[in-house]
């Protein structure tokens, strides 16, 4: 399974971008999918995760309502809607796949993409 993410760029606070999470190689149908970013001299940090049928989503504190994650397993892709950006929202995004379909529990996350660059500045 191969992830590639897309959509980032340069946007001012308060604006939005849509990122796309677009797997090969294998369907996304049993997996869940997670996103995470990482600021400069920062640890990366899980933002949001959607179980493999869309049922179930899960956010953290600072994204809760202003992103949304979604998925269309039949265009095999994850998006992440990100909206009302704040400066501190700057990171790389990534995301990654986790087999078995579930955000809770194991396994970890194993595949992951290269990133796409969000930057918010005004």
């Known amino acids: 399974l191969q992830l590639v993410e897309s959509g980032g760029g340069w946007v001012q606070p308060g604006g939005s971008l849509r990122l796309s999470c677009a797997a090969s190689?294998?369907?996304?149908?049993?997996?869940?999918i997670g996103w995470f970013r990482q600021a400069p001299g920062k640890e990366r940090e899980e933002i949001s995760c959607?179980?493999?049928?869309?049922?179930?989503?899960d956010y953290q504190d600072p994204v809760k309502g202003r992103f949304t994650i979604s998925r269309d397993n039949d265009r095999n892709t994850v998006y992440l809607q990100i909206d009302s950006l704040k400066p501190e929202d700057t990171s790389v995004y990534y995301c990654?796949?986790?087999?078995?379909?579930?955000?809770?529990?194991?396994?970890?996350?194993?595949?992951w993409g290269q990133g796409t660059q969000v930057t918010v500045s005004s």
């Open positions: 190689g294998s369907t996304l149908d049993d997996y869940a």
């Open positions: 959607i179980s493999k049928w869309g049922g179930r989503t």
């Open positions: 990654a796949a986790k087999a078995g379909g579930y955000c809770l529990g194991p396994p970890e996350f194993g595949s």
